[in-house]
């Protein structure tokens, strides 16, 4: 058994996170539950900033809030120092809502509507990602209701692309995101936002992947960046004052996955720009990340009560929950692998081998295939590791089931930060059909 952060298995032979008996939590909450462990989100965001303060680098570390968007997640990373990317209107208004500072918010998404645009500009916000050539003209559009100039940053496609273990470089990439660097749009996109003197062009942005366990492709990212800045420094005189490398820094979710610590991905982002810097002759930038996954991904546990089950002689056991895809939608999408653990039996030995299904309307519906467990009966508490980023989130009404709660805990206390949807939840935006045309 993997136990991350704060996670132990205390005297009663009971998950325990947070210094608090999930058995418990689940009590006290109900399930499915989402249980966050603050410490590792602490201790994840201070390796972070730690790394670059050592290395004496001004950088910003923008917790990428679509991992997992809510108030008290947001003042949390606020509490931590960091800064806060929105992909939506919807984003940038929790954001709002917590009170996060303005001035460290920035704005990504290929398809950022006008009146999305109008609200970052009222509000004044750090800086807006522009995605493509639309987008420009759009904050031109809207470019009245900014207060001063328009802070952007430019999302380029390098032409590297890296997966969990491996990674391609494409001459030409083909991706919705951003402006190609080798087919002439980056040049052509800094060339319209500098003619036009509403925009202050900060600097510029590239995010090769997600679940990354490698330091090769950000390597290699900076290296194409660099080779295109010594070309601008000398034929356009631009020196860009922010490079914006992404996230995607990978977490362990099971056995297979062998991540390295987050302070080695930011060790290597450092060194390789100093080696850059120092070849070109230029002006150290700012560096600045955008860890999702990794801030709050491992710290997150989803407990859930255990229900039927169903043997199906010599192939398979299933062992149903009270929640599924719904609630976590990885596995059914992308064959997301987890670990997990009978909470309330922790100390037990695993004598079964079970797959855990959901209980939602689809054979898909699957969270774990074939994971040893103890003996488990109905009522028994299922944790399932690390559904802290794209769970919640990625939460749907599916078969109007009501999203679940969230509760933080920390240092023996646990605290609701979203409540439970209710029957009433699910119906509030419904209205009846009110028949207009009477039946012949
Ligand atoms: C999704 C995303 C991130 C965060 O990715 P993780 O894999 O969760 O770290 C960061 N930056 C951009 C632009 C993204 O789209």
């Known amino acids: 058994m993997f136990l991350h952060g704060t996670s ?21 909450f109900g399930t499915p539950l989402y249980v966050y462990d603050v410490a590792l989100i602490r201790q994840k965001a201070r390796q972070f900033k730690e790394t670059f303060e050592k290395h004496h680098v001004k950088a910003q570390v923008a917790y990428a809030s679509k991992a997992f968007s809510s108030v008290a997640m947001v003042q949390l990373v606020h509490d931590e120092g960091l800064s806060l990317d929105v992909v939506s209107g919807g984003e940038l208004y929790t954001a709002l809502k917590a009170g996060f500072p303005k001035e460290k918010i920035h704005f990504h998404g290929n398809n950022k509507s006008k009146a999305e645009l109008e609200m970052a500009l009222q509000e004044n916000i750090g800086c807006i990602v522009v995605d493509n050539f639309y987008e420009i003209e759009l904050l031109k559009e809207v470019s009245s209701h900014a207060k001063g100039k328009i802070p952007v940053l430019l999302r380029l496609t390098p032409g590297v692309e890296a997966h969990t273990h491996d ?32 925009f202050h062009l900060l600097g510029i ?22 080779t295109k800045i010594k070309e601008w420094k000398e034929n356009i005189d631009f020196i860009p004052e922010v490079v914006n490398l992404g996230g995607g820094f990978g977490i362990r979710y099971t056995e297979e996955d062998t991540p390295i610590p987050v302070s080695q991905y930011v060790d290597v982002i450092i060194n390789e720009v100093k080696k850059q810097v120092a070849l070109m002759d230029i002006p150290f930038p700012e560096i600045w990340i955008e860890p999702g996954r990794s801030l709050v991904g491992d710290a997150g546990t989803t407990l859930y009560e255990v229900g039927a089950r169903k043997s199906v002689p010599d192939i398979r056991e299933y062992l149903s929950i009270d929640g599924g895809m719904s609630d976590n939608i990885r596995p059914a999408l992308y064959q997301a692998k987890y670990e997990a ?13 079970v797959s855990i299904a959901g209980k939602c309307c689809e054979s898909g519906d699957m969270l774990i295939w074939d994971i040893p467990l103890p003996a488990a009966k109905p009522h028994d508490l299922l944790a399932v590791f690390c559904t802290g980023a794209y769970g919640y989130a990625m939460a749907s009404h599916y078969n109007r089931l009501t999203k679940p709660a969230v509760v933080f805990v920390e240092d023996g206390d646990a605290q609701l930060v979203i409540k439970r949807e209710t029957y009433e939840d699910l119906v509030r935006n419904d209205l009846s059909y009110k028949v207009k045309v009477k039946k012949p």
């Open 205 to 226: 942005h590239c995010h090769i992947g997600s679940q990354i366990f490698e330091t090769t492709g950000f390597v290699m990212a900076i290296q194409k960046l660099f």
């Open 341 to 353: 653990v009978l909470a309330n039996k922790a100390n037990e030995p695993n004598k079964d081998v």
């Open 8 to 28: 132990r298995i205390n005297n009663e032979g009971h998950l325990e996170i947070g210094g608090v008996d999930t058995v418990h939590l689940a009590k006290q």
């Open 167 to 198: 990674y391609i470089t494409t001459g030409q990439e083909d991706s919705k995101f951003g402006f190609g660097l080798q087919n002439g749009q980056a040049d052509e996109a800094i060339k319209r936002v500098r003619e036009d003197d509403r």
